[in-house]
């Protein structure tokens, strides 16, 4: 018996390794000031074909108070074309105070519902999931390398757009600086427990002029990628805690980004907690 479930554990972790080689990694694009973007003829093309040419699986799309999604045929069609291409689309909501009670965090919210009407109104066209972008590291009273005072507003509000979204079968992704790693356990378990996953904002390690060779900016990357993938699921066991995505910027690699994407799957793709990367973001190509 004991010899039987050995060889059943050794099966079952082998069926696991292949699943996990098996999966495609996510590689995600932001797309800023979408109406804008789209307003050019020819940009919804221009936009899937950098996608496909990029290895490029999904797309964020920003969406404002301001866009008026039913009436609004360009981002329509984007999100269309997209899917054509077997392209996911997720719909980007920024903040840089939602994670506050009351009317910030309830405006966010009326935005993030408006994306759940959009899509029972439009199944063709359907966003597959929302991207939060949520900043409230950025004001100045939660400046500081061990100031979290405001992460549990934060995480209540990812529970709040979560309990929106996944009747709807939306995806809830949020971006997160490395700050929020920092972290007690108890602390990156209810961050990682209110969302479907993390975007990781791996940003600022090099630059295109710091006169460093691509072989050390790799071995960087690399560093740092496993440094803040420790990090954050230190000491937590729960394997339905959100996974994560790995973000770089232009303005750290200039035209190394894609190569310096790659090298990401290349080292993390063994580890069970990487989802894979993002690219901040297309409107840099635009300028």
Request: hydrophobic share 45%.
């Given at each position: 018996?004991?010899?039987?479930?050995?060889?059943?554990?050794?099966m079952?972790g082998?069926?696991?390794?292949?699943?996990?080689s098996?999966?495609?990694?996510?590689h995600?694009?932001?797309?800023w000031?979408t109406s804008?973007?789209?307003?050019?003829?020819?940009s919804?093309k221009?936009?899937r074909?950098?996608?496909?040419a990029?290895?490029?699986?999904?797309?964020?799309?920003?969406?404002s108070h301001?866009?008026?999604?039913?009436?609004d045929?360009p981002?329509?069609?984007?999100i269309?074309?997209l899917?054509?291409?077997?392209i996911r689309?997720e719909a980007?909501?920024?903040s840089i105070?939602?994670d506050?009670?009351?009317?910030?965090?309830d405006?966010?919210?009326?935005?993030?519902?408006?994306?759940?009407r959009?899509?029972?109104?439009?199944s063709?066209?359907?966003f597959d999931?929302?991207?939060l972008?949520i900043?409230?590291?950025?004001?100045?009273?939660?400046?500081?390398a061990?100031n979290l005072?405001?992460?549990p507003?934060?995480?209540?509000?990812f529970?709040s757009?979560h309990?929106?979204a996944?009747?709807?079968h939306?995806?809830?992704?949020?971006?997160?600086p490395n700050?929020?790693?920092?972290?007690?356990a108890?602390?990156?378990e209810?961050?990682l427990?209110?969302v479907?996953?993390v975007?990781?904002m791996?940003?600022?390690?090099?630059?295109?002029?710091?006169?460093?060779s691509?072989?050390?900016?790799?071995s960087?990357l690399q560093?740092?990628?496993?440094?803040?993938?420790?990090?954050?699921?230190?000491?937590?066991?729960?394997p339905?805690?959100a996974r994560?995505v790995?973000?770089?910027?232009?303005?750290d690699y200039?035209e190394?980004?894609?190569a310096?994407l790659?090298t990401?799957?290349?080292?993390?793709?063994a580890n069970?907690r990487?989802?894979g990367?993002?690219?901040?973001c297309y409107?840099?190509?635009l300028k």
């Open positions: 018996m004991r010899t039987l479930l050995l060889v059943l554990a050794s079952l082998l069926a696991v390794a292949h699943t996990r098996a999966e495609v990694p996510i995600g694009l932001w797309v000031k804008s973007v789209l307003a050019a003829p020819g919804a221009a936009l074909d950098f996608a496909v990029n290895g490029i699986n999904e797309v964020y799309v920003s969406i301001r866009d008026n999604l039913a009436q045929p981002l329509l069609a984007l269309v074309l899917h054509q291409s077997q689309v980007l909501l920024d105070d939602a506050e009670a009351g009317k910030p965090r405006t966010f919210l009326e935005l993030a519902r408006s994306i759940v959009f899509n029972a109104a439009h063709r066209s359907r999931g929302l991207h972008d900043e409230p590291h950025q004001r100045a009273e939660n400046k500081g061990g005072q405001f992460l507003g934060l995480i209540e509000t529970q757009v309990a929106a996944s009747p709807a939306l995806t809830l992704n949020a971006d997160i700050k929020l790693l920092k972290g007690d108890a602390q990156r209810a961050l427990a209110s479907d996953r975007t990781l791996l940003y600022e390690l090099s630059s295109p002029d710091d006169g460093q691509n072989d050390a900016k790799i960087k560093h740092a990628a496993e440094r803040y993938l420790g990090m954050a699921y230190e000491s937590l066991n729960d339905n805690l994560m790995i973000a770089l910027r232009t303005p200039g190394q980004l894609l310096m790659q990401l799957d290349e080292h993390q793709s069970p990487y989802l990367w993002a690219r901040h409107n840099d190509l």
